[in-house]
């Protein structure tokens, strides 16, 4: 079992901050905060991420609205009871914020020039049989459930969307398959009917896979399928 929480749970993402910090919780004394950080697309669109960040790398203006950050950290999911029903909550919680001047002086620009502005890396099991679809024009993709190992006996539950040969790679994968995937974070409008007619519009969290390698102890059966592609 991986037990190496640095390892199989870790990310980076650059962007600016938008709206205003809210606070969240308080464990042992110490405050944490959620904002959200906004994140650009190559294809023009962007992704707004929220972050749950320890007032302990806060400083008096680092949330202000507009401020680039980059943001290291780990993709986590935790459980929410709202009338009586429970509902999975995603967030990055972040474990390093570094403040990125807008200026173009050397040392921001080797910062920037170094860093891919959203990345992820998960090692995982897979948790539930992953869905096989494809859609009116034809596009495969598959959505898969994968539960990331967290100190104290926690698990992370993160959802996760393949495409393209990794989407037909990912249909045959069984429940409890330990997989590495390496993807982005993206943020995706959906609108949830509810059983009185009324539609309630949300927001979905989840991966994008960019690549996935099926881990076995046997390193010659290893397998990896990649698929550099970037959902619009």
């Known amino acids: 079992m991986n037990t190496n929480y640095l390892e199989n749970n870790y ?11 809210k606070f ?16 650009p697309r190559l294809s023009g669109n962007s992704d707004i991420i929220p972050i749950t960040v320890s007032e302990r790398l806060i400083k008096d203006d680092t949330l202000s609205e507009g401020k680039k950050l980059l ?19 995603l967030t990055v919680f972040a474990k390093d914020i570094i403040e990125v001047e807008e200026k173009e002086d050397e040392e921001n620009e080797m910062v920037i020039k170094d860093t891919i502005t959203n990345e992820v890396v998960l090692v995982g099991y897979i948790c539930k049989k992953p869905i096989y679809r494809q ?3 034809g596009r495969e993709i598959s959505d898969l459930l994968l539960a990331v190992n967290r100190a104290y006996n926690k698990s992370d539950y993160i959802p996760c969307i393949a495409w393209g040969r990794n989407a037909r790679f990912c249909q045959e994968l ?3 398959t330990e997989v590495k995937v390496v993807g982005r974070v993206q943020s995706r409008n959906y609108e949830k009917k509810h059983e009185d007619g009324t539609i ?33």
């Open 174 to 176: 069984e429940v409890g």
């Open 200 to 232: 309630e519009k949300r927001v979905a969290y989840e991966v994008s896979v960019g690549s996935l390698e099926v881990i076995n102890e046997n390193e010659d059966k290893k397998e990896e399928v990649t698929e550099n592609q970037e959902a619009v």
């Open 135 to 137: 859609t009116p024009f």
């Open 11 to 21: 990310l980076t993402l650059v962007g600016k901050v938008t709206g205003e910090k």
């Open 24 to 39: 969240s919780h308080e464990i042992y004394g110490e405050s944490f905060y959620v904002f959200n950080l906004e994140i």
């Open 71 to 89: 943001i290291k950290g780990q993709f986590r999911s935790y459980n929410s009871y709202e009338n009586e029903k429970n509902r999975l909550i």
